[in-house]
Nanobody
Framework: QAQLAESGGGLTQVGDSVRLSCVGS????????MGWFRQAPGKEREFVAA????????KYGESKKGRFTISRDNTRSTVYLQINNLQPEDTAVYYC???????????????WGKGTLVTVSS
């Protein structure tokens, strides 16, 4: 059964950078698109970014371009989310997800990790 485990969150300050990691296990990670979502306190979960199985096509959520970068290393079964110039509004639990196929625009999310909390202090 597919399992996803996020890491890399913690307490940060405005202007810092953070790289979140998500390791997939129990399935053939390299065949599937991956994505990141986040949920801020009191808000709904929102889409952050997604990436195809081979890392050649990606999509970012509204207002996420520029400071967010999604990437993957299939040899490590890991997807990353780099966030630069952190802002207080980036405070959220960040979740990774795997899609039902190799292309995020053709599939749906099937499995989720438990999330990693990023707190940005001003």
């Amino acid at each position: 059964q597919a399992q996803l485990a996020e890491s890399g969150g913690g307490l940060t300050q405005v202007g810092d950078s953070v790289r979140l990691s998500c390791v997939g296990s129990g399935y053939t990670f390299s065949r599937y698109a991956m994505g990141w979502f986040r949920q801020a306190p009191g808000k709904e979960r929102e889409f952050v970014a997604a990436l195809t199985w081979d890392g050649t096509s990606w999509k970012y959520g509204e207002s996420k371009k520029g400071r967010f970068t999604i990437s993957r290393d299939n040899t490590r079964s890991t997807v990353y989310l780099q966030i630069n110039n952190l802002q207080p509004e980036d405070t959220a639990v960040y979740y990774c997800t795997t899609y039902s196929g190799g292309y995020y625009y053709e599939g749906e999310m099937t499995h989720w990790g438990k999330g990693t909390l990023v707190t940005v202090s001003s």
